[in-house]
């Protein structure tokens, strides 16, 4: 618990305000013991129910990274802070510190500077598109590689970050799971709608495939604007949209089975 403000000293023992000291206008989320000591606040990019979202400059050397405060900590924070401590590609942020308190915890990554994809202000051909498609390929084999594979589970414009040199990166492994052999289905039912293929709504376990369908429809939407594949055949080529509705198909069973195939055919006209 914050007992007084990092920024003015004043004694909050007694305040009620979650996020500002009503005597200086500091975020005490800044103030978690040994963080300002750290980091230093640069921007305030995101602010949400669950959590709020920093851009900060860490002291000793000036390089920027981002930091997310969980107001009210669970299991899937602490889950979400173990997978990815054991995650190493360049494509996916990695974790370089974290703190907690009894009713917050902050984890701080690397900050992949860039613009989502739902931001772009410019239009992709096919040809750009499908090597963003061929790069999530590669971050997706990785993942499932793992022992157990993970799952991302929410694979969406917002999750995937562009960055100058057109690399791509994958973020926010919020809603991301272990495979599991034994389960029937996923515990939490989450994702976004549009984007979560069917078996995320509880029919049954999610997979490898799960991905593989929120990516398809991710490269449906880059490509027409929408995410309803019915009227892929009048804005790309064949072999294109035929992919992306394999990788969309309703059964998991008749999508790619792995991240793997899917570059495969993106890379050569094979089904």
Known sequence: MIMSCYECGQDLSNLTAEKICDFCGATLL?????????????EYI????????FVVKRRNDG?????????SPSKSVCDEE????????????KIVDSFETEDTVCIVRDYVQGISLNKLSFSLDEEQIIDIGKQLCDILTYLHSQEPPVI??????????????????????????NFSEKALKDTVHIGTEGFMPPEQYGFSQTDCRADIYSMGVLLCWLLTGKMNPDGLSTSGSEHF????????AFAPENRYPTAA??????LHDVQ
């Open 30 to 42: 800044l103030q978690l013991p040994g963080f300002p000591e750290r980091y230093e606040a640069m």
């Open 46 to 53: 995101h602010s949400g129910k669950q959590s709020d979202v």
């Open 63 to 71: 390089a920027f990274l981002l930091a997310k405060f969980y107001k």
């Open 82 to 93: 173990s997978m990815l401590s054991h995650l190493d590609h360049p494509s996916i942020p």
């Open 152 to 177: 991302h589970r929410d694979i969406k414009p917002q999750n995937v970050i562009l960055d100058d040199n057109e690399r791509v990166h994958l973020i926010d492994f919020g809603i991301s799971r």
């Open 241 to 248: 949209t035929n992919v992306i509705k394999k990788c969309t």
């Open 261 to 266: 195939a899917v570059k495969n055919a993106l």
